[in-house]
């Protein structure tokens, strides 16, 4: 926890930050679990102080809001982030696709390159990437991840099987990509997790390419995570893992 | 805190028990797109969001125009409310709060405040909140707890909250450094958090 950063609770929670330092507190935010406690208390304290603000509303408003909400949508809930390649899957491929189709090309390059760098990539694994470059699934996020900073790479293998994981704390974000993954039956599907300190939480399904590489899945929440796991799960997937983990990446402490 | 409902006892009859009358709860129903919940939840925070944003932007013409986006915020936004992260008051005062400080700076609304409070007429409606006695009483408690802080902090929390400023132009104001404001700002939330026994 960053002492400097951490006393900012109180101007957060007053809404006294500017736009800027506030987009940076709230990221920090994610990763510290301590500020957002303390981030809760201090914004129950400040509503008080709000209450004690109290005036009658202008007589009115009660009739103009309630004629007005007949014609306001309401947001869905937020959902727990999925698998962005399933999204793809389901319809043909958007504009979106298309456009970000260059950048995920660059993206993967640079995963090969850096790999590759590490020596730890087989000429398998670089048509793997190859053949992932194909699939847009999540090209943003994947493109994004790999240009942080402080982009990390982890890798590890069980038998024939291998699992690459890039990851961020500062983004709090990984993505991963495995090789080796033998063919699912059509009601079976491989799934994803992230392993954290309340243990495992799904990060979506897995799609298996014809050369038994999986397309680059991003996991969020990741940065007080201990690993990344593959299970395989009955089709739809599960929200808890049942079935033995495949590969299991350990993310950098 | 509950604001009894806006002064029409014969209408309460028309609600249908909520299950759970909580705000949280409410809000829950809300989500659903229970518009007879939403009038339940306006009942309770109406006039803690309408007080503060104008405590905030002084004009009450822009804080009736602010106060109506935020209830609709409410409406809109209902299902992404958390529990995890803080009471549906503090989701709804925070909604309320940060409305009302973004559209202070903006320059237009800046100008618009400096200029036209100065021709408001400064009467308050305290002698009608007056009836409303928890109202009062949660009045009373604040006040009580900000003269326990010390004058540094009463100010920087004071303008920084309901005078709307970030903690940069409350540094300027008081001519202190910005690492002094913030942590006054902290320590004087914290002893507020204590004062008026924010569960922890």
Excluded at chain 1, 29 to 51: D, H, I, P, S
Excluded at chain 1, 126 to 137: C, K, P, T, W
Excluded at chain 2, 67 to 92: D, H, T, Y
Excluded at chain 2, 165 to 170: A, G, I
């Amino acid at each position: 926890m960053n002492a400097d950063i951490h006393t900012l609770t109180g101007a957060y929670a007053a809404n006294a930050l500017p736009a800027d330092e506030r987009v940076d507190f709230e990221r920090h935010l994610r990763m510290c679990e301590a500020c957002g406690n303390e981030v809760r208390e201090l914004q129950a304290t400040t509503a008080l102080l709000g209450v004690a603000a109290a005036l009658p509303p202008p007589p009115g408003l009660r009739e103009r809001v309630l004629a007005e909400i007949g014609r306001v949508r309401q947001l869905g809930p937020e959902l727990r982030p999925v698998p962005r390649d399933q999204a793809y899957q389901s319809g043909p491929p958007s504009r979106f696709a298309h456009w970000t189709r260059r950048a995920v090309a660059v993206g993967i390059a640079a995963l090969v390159l850096a790999v590759a760098g590490l020596g730890v990539v087989t000429y398998q694994q670089r048509q793997d990437l190859r053949q992932a470059n194909a699939e847009v699934a999540s090209a943003q996020a994947v493109e994004e991840l790999l240009t942080a900073p402080d982009a990390t790479f982890s890798r590890a293998t069980s038998g024939d099987v291998s699992g690459t994981v890039v990851s961020s704390k500062q983004r709090d974000e990984a993505v991963f990509i495995s090789s080796g993954l033998p063919a699912v039956p059509a009601d079976k599907t491989y799934q994803l997790w992230v392993i954290g300190p309340s243990g495992p939480t799904s990060a979506g399904l897995l799609a298996l390419g014809d050369s038994g590489s999986t397309t680059p899945a991003v996991a969020s929440d990741t940065a007080q995570a201990q690993s990344l796991a593959v299970t395989m799960e009955p089709a739809g997937g599960s929200p808890q893992p049942t079935g033995d983990i495949l590969v299991q990446v350990e993310l950098p402490a | 805190m509950r604001v009894p409902p806006g002064g029409d006892p014969a209408r309460s009859g028309e609600f249908a028990l909520a299950a759970d009358e909580s705000l949280e709860g409410l809000l829950g129903q809300v989500a659903k797109g229970d518009q007879r919940a939403f009038e339940l939840v306006f009942e309770r925070v109406a006039a803690p969001v309408y007080g503060i944003v104008r405590r905030v932007l002084r004009d009450p013409a822009q804080s009736e125009e602010i106060a109506q986006e935020v209830m609709l915020e409410i409406w809109r936004q209902a299902a992404r409310f958390s529990v995890e992260r803080g009471s549906a008051l503090s989701w709804v005062m925070t909604i309320a709060h940060r409305r009302a400080v973004d559209r202070v700076r903006t320059e237009a609304a800046a100008s618009a405040r400096s200029a036209r409070a100065l021709w408001q007429d400064n009467r308050t409606e305290y002698d009608q909140v007056a009836e409303q006695v928890e109202v009062r009483l949660e009045q009373e408690r604040v006040r009580r707890c900000l003269e326990t802080l010390t004058e540094l902090q009463r100010e920087s929390v004071d303008l920084a909250y309901y005078g709307g400023y970030t903690y940069r132009e409350v540094g300027e104001l008081l001519g202190v450094a910005l690492g002094t404001v913030k942590t006054r700002l902290r320590d004087g939330l914290i002893r507020m958090r204590d004062c008026l026994g924010v569960a922890r």
